[in-house]
């Protein structure tokens, strides 16, 4: 099995690459390198609509690498403050901070440069004052306990190879009521063990991915509660084909045998109000304006 450090490695790679081909004039893609080349099937595609498209910049919706729209369900009110874990080129930071509106703050986190200088980019075209990106690894938020009252990701938790750590900073950084609201791909059924092996099938949001199952019961541990997982959409043998082509060895074959067993979801949880009180994060930890409020 692949390590943490070995997957972080890679996925950084990767998605710094994506940036890049963005910056170029390219488009990112969820998926290895030729896929990007040829198109974002199927697991990106189609995911924001026109409405969405005209309030962001052309390089925010080119670097887009998510299985879902989280800022369309998230349910997000005017003066709420919004982390999106894995931030990427910033889609979905913007769009959040458009739906908290000025009294509301939408971060970014993401521990690639070249996702990060292109969202710093992305964020000076939109005009947006309330959108602040940070560097750092989703298992090691930089921001204090309490601080946030809604997490958003899409298609990222599932990159990370230590997801335990992860949903338990997302727990601690939320605030006690703080709601737990992101996309994700989730696997229902047994799949290959060739495809769990396979690094570049993680970073192209497969092999890491949980089963439904497992997410739910690992939010609970984190302490979560009314953990839920709303199925999206589900991927068929002919998207199998799209994601396992170009792949070394007979992977290409496996298709049939992962035929529905994918499916994009949207995982809700919250954090309960009379949740315990942990200890304070560091003050030099908050590292951006109005995160400590």
């Avoid at 996925?11 to 940036?19: F, I, L, P, Q």
């Avoid at 995911?47 to 969405?52: I, P, R, V």
């Avoid at 560097?135 to 899409?154: Q, W």
């Amino acid at each position: 099995m692949s390590t943490e450090i070995d997957v972080k490695q890679v996925v950084k790679a990767r998605y710094g690459e994506a940036a890049s081909q963005v910056a170029q004039g390219g488009a990112g893609c969820c998926g290895s390198a030729s896929q990007a080349l040829g198109g974002c099937e199927p697991i990106t595609a189609n995911l924001y609509d026109a409405l969405q498209a005209v309030e962001l910049p052309e390089q925010a919706l080119l670097a887009s690498l998510g299985c879902g729209n989280p800022t369309a369900l998230a349910e997000l009110k005017p003066g709420e403050t919004v982390l999106d874990l894995g931030s990427g080129g910033g889609i979905d930071v913007l769009l959040s901070a458009r739906r908290v509106g000025p009294t509301g703050m939408a971060f970014g986190l993401d521990m690639t440069d070249e996702m990060l200088a292109l969202a710093e980019d992305n964020k000076r075209q939109s005009g947006l004052a309330n959108v602040h990106f940070l560097k750092g690894e989703i298992e090691h938020i930089p921001l204090p306990d309490r601080s946030v009252d809604v997490i958003i990701s899409n298609c990222v938790i599932n990159l990370s190879a230590d997801k335990d750590r992860v949903l338990k900073e997302a727990f601690r950084v939320l605030k006690p009521g703080g709601r737990f609201a992101v996309s994700d791909v989730v696997v229902r059924g047994e799949v290959p063990p060739e495809i769990r092996r396979n690094m570049a099938l993680w970073v192209g949001c497969v092999a890491g991915a949980l089963s439904d199952q497992d997410y739910l019961h690992k939010l609970a541990a984190a302490g979560f509660e009314n953990a839920a997982i709303e199925v999206t959409r589900v991927y068929q043998a002919a998207d199998a084909e799209q994601f396992l082509a170009g792949q070394a060895g007979d992977l290409a074959q496996l298709a049939q045998q992962v035929d529905g067993k994918f499916a994009s979801g949207f995982i809700r949880a919250t954090k309960p109000l009379a949740a315990a009180a942990t200890v304070p994060a560091p003050a030099a930890s908050c590292c951006a304006p109005r995160c400590c409020s």
